[in-house]
């Protein structure tokens, strides 16, 4: 069974995607996750533009976002 992860910045609960997220730009093996807010902040971005790398990596079929 897996554990619920967390923002480590904010605490929220994650969704699949952002945890994906974070492993594929960050580090694939982190254990400091973000949610997308957060994670825009932390590279200076915007959610819109990690929304749209989130459906990029997927149509590319990258193996962290199934």
Known sequence: MSRKKHCCD??????????????????????DFYCLDCLAVFLGCTVQDLKEKIQEFKEQGCTLFL
């Open 10 to 31: 904010c605490g929220r609960d994650l969704k699949k995607d952002e945890t994906a997220l974070t492993r594929k730009l960050i580090d694939v093996d982190t254990e």
